[in-house]
């Protein structure tokens, strides 16, 4: 069975050339399948041809093409395939027997595969051959290797003087329309033949070599040439290509002349974009890997604007793309590609769905801010993003790829009493000296903070000390601070102030007064007594007129409650309406009542007859009980006895 299989194999390996389109290379290259497959950019067998050394399998195509759309992205194998071995992988995706039914048509068929029977009636496809050879090119070898070089160049010379013998009536420049035309009908571009052999100039394409252009990490730079004859016998011999970064032929580049002549540009850094697979994003037929294409139903065909007219007018990053009506400058995609990275980077940004392994074409997540922090909303910005993974770029809902969530640190509630410590007497703040507008958190939040009624501010900044209000906002960093300076808090209120804003009826500050105390008597005084019988300024500038004693006797306590006159203890909530409120002991005078208690002893002296008398020696006389008409001592104590029968007239 096994002998069988093997010699089937060998009559398979042989039928490469049937089964599979295969084209002639300039730069001699072997692939993999895995290569050939992902370079496949384009439906059909043309576009994998045009890779040398990768060959097109009409059969693989046929069910190929029965696949569904999306297991045809996901496949790592194809109908383009390496034109020397195939890998077990293809070998196996392709080689099942379940495709057809028999081990023949569904593994050895396919050139290089064979059938590796593991036990009776199970196997699998496999490779033919164990190592897989792929061309390296090394671009500082390649330079080296001159011998190549000369061995090709002397097959160009004997290929070009055979043909001018053979070809007397030849006209070149009828021959050639564009500068563009290459010499396809040269014979050295033709495999050897029983009519031309390699002695005579024929078949020079396997010798080919070029000296290549390196770059400094021995890659091979983007532009190539070689020395190929002009067809017009007066230029310079050579021909214009580029490469990829490992000496790989880049189809479609080679020109007769300089790739960078007006009317013929091209650029090989985009080529070299577009060889790895990326492609304008409107253009009509999306392709991908293994030659899966799709119409493209977002290619905005309907917008004529033209905004471009080559690649150099949409910078570095961008492409002159058409659309099927005008070109505009598009940012170049690697068509149904999932995105590799996270749509954030931000530190307060986070996302709905983290994914270690990259994010699937077209999956939607919702970028947001994480716990802590939060957009300004004063300004009006969307709290979350819906993106989406569109060929690899993520996108918002309008097709942009920039989106705008500034998501900054929040701040922590604020409380007056944990900020800086007085400048004037180095004690903490007291929260009953201030009002403090607003309770957000969030980037951009406010704090009014001003002197509670009858206080006034006796130190802070310029701009506290000018306005009577201190305001800070939430910084990016989560800090409270003014906006323009960063300061932190910096009022201080106090009873006991000279008003910075008071200008009495003649114009004069508080500072005038302090040198003039007696003239704060001066001035209309309301009715009533105490406080209310001051004058302005007496009230307003207390330090310079030196009534911060009556107004610290008249202000000093602003107001007090019991705290079930603002809400039951037991309330939910309760704790924090109370939080800003003090306890406060106030003396009262109590009257109590104490009652006292007096023991007095006194001694009663009874007289009684002997026979009702009980005497014990060395104790007193008891009264004896009477029991039944008689008198006895049995109640009392043991020892006790009648004292004895008396005359009547007797007496104890």
Not at 2 to 9: G, H, P, R, T, Y
Not at 185 to 191: E, T
Not at 414 to 420: C, D, K, S
């Amino acid at each position: 069975m096994i002998s069988k299989l093997l010699v089937l194999a060998f009559v398979a390996a042989v039928a490469t050339a049937s089964e599979a389109t295969e084209q002639a290379a300039y730069v001699v290259s072997v692939h993999d399948d895995t290569w050939c497959h992902s370079h496949h950019l384009g439906e059909g067998a043309t576009h994998c041809v045009s890779n040398n050394g990768c060959c097109f399998s009409d059969k693989i195509s046929k069910i190929f093409e029965v696949m569904s759309f999306d297991k045809r992205l996901s496949m790592d194998f194809g109908p383009c395939h390496s034109c020397k071995e195939h890998e077990d992988g293809w070998c196996e995706a392709f080689g099942l027997e379940s495709l057809k039914g028999n081990v023949w048509d569904d593994c050895l068929a396919n050139s290089g595969c064979t059938w590796k029977e593991e036990k009776e009636g199970e196997g699998i496809c496999r490779s033919t051959k164990d190592e897989e050879l792929v061309t390296v090119h090394n671009c500082a070898t390649q330079k080296d290797d001159t011998a190549r070089l000369a061995a090709f160049d002397a097959c160009l010379a004997e290929s070009e003087k055979n043909q001018e013998a053979g070809e007397q009536d030849f006209e070149p420049n009828a021959k050639i329309k564009t500068v563009r035309d290459l010499p396809t009908y040269r014979a050295f571009l033709h495999n050897p033949s029983v009519d031309c052999l390699p002695e005579n100039g024929c078949g020079c394409m396997d010798l080919y070599a070029y000296t290549p252009v390196c770059t400094d990490t021995n890659e091979f730079a983007p532009y190539q040439s070689d020395s190929i004859p002009h067809v017009n016998g007066d230029k310079k011999n050579g021909q214009y290509f580029c490469v990829d970064k490992y000496g790989h032929e880049i189809p479609n580049t080679r020109k007769q002349e300089p790739l960078d002549t007006p009317g013929a540009i091209i650029d090989c850094d985009i080529f070299r974009r577009k060889h790895d697979g990326y492609q304008c994003p409107n253009a009509m037929v999306l392709s991908s890997s293994g030659g899966v294409v799709q119409v493209n139903e977002a290619n905005d065909a309907l917008d004529c604007r033209q905004d471009c007219a080559n690649d150099k007018d949409c910078g570095d990053e961008g492409w002159c793309c058409f659309n099927g009506c005008a070109y505009t400058c598009q940012r170049p995609v690697k068509p149904f590609t999932g995105c590799a990275n996270s749509p954030v980077h931000e530190v307060g940004q986070t996302l709905s769905a983290y994914q270690d392994d990259g994010y699937n074409h077209e999956m939607e997540v919702v970028a947001s801010c994480k716990p802590g922090f939060s957009v300004a909303q004063n300004k009006g910005l969307a709290e979350s993003v819906l993106l989406t993974c569109s060929h690899g770029h993520w996108l918002t809902g309008f097709g942009e790829e920039n989106f705008e969530l500034d998501c900054e640190q929040q701040c922590d509630p604020f409380n007056i009493e944990i900020t800086t410590i007085s400048t004037i007497d180095g004690l903490k703040m007291n929260r009953d000296d201030f009002v403090i507008e607003g309770d957000e958190e969030f980037f951009g939040s406010k704090r009014r903070i001003t002197c509670v009624d009858n206080y006034g501010v006796v130190a802070g900044s310029d701009s506290v000390l000018k306005t009577g209000a201190d305001v800070l906002e939430c910084s990016a960093d989560g800090k409270w601070e003014e906006k323009f300076t960063g300061n932190p808090r910096s009022i201080e209120c106090s009873v006991c102030f000279d008003s910075a804003i008071y200008r009495d009826a003649q114009g004069n500050s508080c500072q005038h007064y302090q040198s003039r105390p007696a003239e704060c008597l001066k001035g209309e005084i309301g009715e009533g007594v105490s406080w209310e019988a001051y004058t302005p300024a007496q009230k307003n500038c207390r330090v310079a007129c030196r009534t911060c004693r009556d107004a610290e006797a008249q202000y000093g306590v602003k107001d007090t409650r019991k705290e079930a006159d603002i809400c039951d203890p037991e309330e939910s909530g309760c704790d924090e309406k109370l939080k800003n409120w003090k306890k406060v002991a106030i003396k009262v005078i109590k009257t109590r009542f104490k009652n006292v208690g007096e023991i007095q002893k006194v001694t009663v002296t009874k007289h009684l007859p002997l026979s009702q008398a009980c005497q014990k020696e060395g104790k007193p006389t008891m009264e004896a009980e009477l029991i039944a008409d008689m008198y006895s001592c049995d109640h009392l104590e043991e020892g006790y006895e009648i004292a004895g029968e008396a005359p009547e007239s007797d007496s104890v």
